[in-house]
């Protein structure tokens, strides 16, 4: 095992980072992300075109941290695989998107633009591209020095036990690869949360939590890209603990019968937890250490 040291940065390294997500890092992810690199010494600025939220009660509340983590979405989301969600910013609209409030903004996908005759087919998808030098271009960005894609909770829950490989594969060779085009230097860190303990969910990781989780390093076999980096977060998380539950009354020994109401998305401990997980992978990406 080759295990890497990130230790305490003094003084604090600045790294640029940008967060891809869904709901999951929308809810804190930025902002407890943010506070586990600070006790690392990492001083992390965050870029992004929508605020995720910093506290535990409100999503669509926007005093966190820049990113692009988008309730609902799932990979097809973000490259107009899927088009049923998502709208698109017109060129020179740009200052009027900024303008609108979370709840306007986040069915508004910042990085499509119109296909060219010189795109290549393959990376277009109902007549659009997912551009991210378009993207940094527009909003004025700076360059990130690490990328968090951390998409596939919603494709679970949208695609069939046998088409999510395919699907998730030809997703993430877009995304991954055009990040790459536009910012050769940056590193991409690949993850997925996991979830709690049910039959429900047991059995989703058995037919299409695997294959996805194929599909993200088959497309880094694709790509030959030792800049994209898998943080296993969903093996890294307690399963029994810290999810929104319904119960019935306590029996006479004092144990509560019920089940999750909410198995997928971590509150409480399982939230810090996941991103006291995530923090030495972007540091040590940043630090060039992995």
């Not at 698109?88 to 009027?96: N, R, S």
């Not at 088959?218 to 890209?225: T, Y």
């Not at 019920?258 to 006291?276: C, E, K, T």
């Amino acid at each position: 095992m080759d295990i890497k040291v990130v230790g305490d940065r003094s003084p604090a390294v600045p790294i640029k980072v940008l967060f891809i997500g869904d709901s999951i890092g929308n809810r804190q992810g930025g902002t407890f992300l943010k506070q586990n690199l600070a006790a690392m010494g990492i001083d992390a600025t965050f870029i992004g075109t929508l605020e995720g939220t910093a506290v535990a009660t409100a999503n669509t509340a926007d005093n966190g941290e820049l990113g692009e983590c988008r309730e609902v979405w799932e990979t097809g989301d973000f490259i107009n695989a899927i088009t049923d969600r998502v709208k698109i910013i017109v060129p020179g609209e740009e200052e009027d998107y900024r303008r609108l409030g979370k709840q306007e903004r986040w069915p508004i996908n910042p990085f499509l633009r119109v296909a060219t005759a010189e795109d290549d087919p393959s990376i277009v998808r109902s007549g659009l591209v997912f551009d991210a030098a378009f993207y940094q271009s527009r909003f004025g960005l700076n360059t990130p020095d690490v990328v968090i894609q951390a998409l596939g909770t919603n494709d679970v829950r949208d695609r069939s036990d046998s088409t999510i490989y395919d699907h998730v594969l030809a997703n993430e060779l877009i995304i991954n690869g055009q990040i790459r085009k536009a910012w050769p230097a940056a590193k991409i860190v690949r993850t997925l949360p996991g979830t709690a303990f049910n039959e429900v969910r047991n059995l989703l990781w058995t037919n299409r939590y695997t294959p996805l989780i194929r599909a993200m390093q088959q497309s880094i076999i694709d790509r030959a890209d030792p800049k994209t980096i898998i943080a296993p977060l969903w093996a890294m998380t307690n399963p029994e603990a810290a999810y929104a539950y319904s119960a019935v009354g306590a029996a006479n020994d004092g144990f509560k019968a019920g089940d999750w109401s909410d198995a997928v998305h971590p509150i409480g401990a399982s939230r810090h937890a996941l991103y006291q997980a995530l923090a030495p992978f972007v540091a040590a990406a940043a630090l060039n250490l992995i």
